[in-house]
């Protein structure tokens, strides 16, 4: 497994576009050539299914199939998919972690319902595999951090024999905040997101007590996206449940120096949460 070789699909997708058959729009040839159940890890879905999932996670839309060519190519050229598979390799040893397909693809040009346009990247964990959306480098190597922060999320799911659409609110925040530490252990502050410092911890923990705390044991998914995403209507600011996630972890490894990432990731979400600074309610 490890990296998948996507550009032949891509190239074949892009081929069908430049071709124009008749009756055929961009979003059916995008399904007929990358999202078939036989190219992806996921077990009794059908390919609309498999291309509804990958497009609301950031998969490039169907009408910009120019831009996606000219990506592939450049990618190709400046040998990412050879990259991706030796930081991967790196990463599993570091992490001992478990063999998953990677996949990568386009980004959605001006974003999706789950991310902000301004972003180049973007992905999604399963424990079956990662997928990772790229579009032209802000940084140099800024393919790393989506990397890392995914495939940590597959490391806690195996580790912890999980699925990400039925764990509890808990369990996503530690998830999400073991995932970003890991970009910052790995490669520095520089390669974490900007929502890991937007807050002060006077707000957060303010928001902990009033919002976050009472949904501990929520595991409905939708919901969990506005504690992660904000909500307006709820009084949760955008990205406020990531940067938790992440000052999570951070104080927990601040009040317990002598452990690495590697035995966090397999500590309880309960234990990290009470070796913080965000106080669980006193029955817990």
């Known amino acids: 497994m490890g990296i998948v070789d996507t550009s032949r699909a891509l190239e074949a997708f892009n081929e069908k576009c430049k071709r124009k058959a008749p009756f055929q729009s961009p979003y059916i040839a995008q399904r007929e050539t990358i999202c078939q159940p036989a190219q992806h890890p996921f077990n009794g879905l059908q390919e609309e299914e498999i291309q509804y999932l990958l497009l609301s996670y950031g998969l490039f839309k169907p009408d910009a199939w120019r831009r996606a060519g000219k990506l592939v190519k450049n990618w190709k050229e400046e040998g990412l998919y050879e990259k991706l598979e030796k930081e991967y390799r790196y990463l599993k040893t570091l992490w001992k972690g478990p063999e998953v397909p990677v996949y990568l693809y386009p980004f959605q040009e001006g974003g999706s319902f789950l991310r902000e346009s301004k972003d180049n990247k973007g992905g999604v964990a399963f424990k079956e595999g990662l997928y990772l959306f790229y579009g032209d480098p802000v940084k140099e190597d800024d393919w790393k951090a989506v990397l890392a922060h995914e495939y940590n999320h597959v490391c806690r799911l195996t580790?912890?024999?999980?699925?990400?659409?039925?764990?509890?609110?808990?369990?996503?925040?530690?998830?999400?905040?073991?995932?970003?530490?890991?970009?910052?252990?790995?490669?520095?502050?520089?390669?974490?997101?900007?929502?890991?410092?937007?807050?002060?911890?006077?707000?957060?923990?303010?928001?902990?007590?009033?919002?976050?705390?009472?949904?501990?044991?929520?595991?409905?998914?939708?919901?969990?996206?506005?504690?992660?995403?904000?909500?307006?209507?709820?009084?949760?600011?955008?990205?406020?449940g990531y940067q938790i996630g992440y000052k999570i972890i951070e104080s927990y490894h601040k009040a317990h120096p002598d452990q690495s990432l590697s035995r966090m990731m397999k500590l309880e979400a309960d234990d990290l949460v009470k070796g913080s600074s965000f106080p669980l309610p006193e029955n817990e």
Request: proline share 2%.
């Open 159 to 240: 580790e912890k024999n999980v699925d990400m659409e039925r764990v509890t609110l808990l369990e996503t925040l530690v998830i999400e905040g073991l995932g970003e530490y890991a970009v910052n252990e790995v490669y520095g502050k520089d390669y974490i997101s900007p929502w890991t410092n937007q807050y002060t911890d006077k707000q957060l923990n303010k928001l902990w007590l009033k919002k976050f705390r009472v949904n501990l044991s929520n595991r409905e998914r939708d919901s969990q996206m506005d504690f992660l995403y904000g909500n307006k209507k709820r009084a949760i600011p955008r990205w406020a």
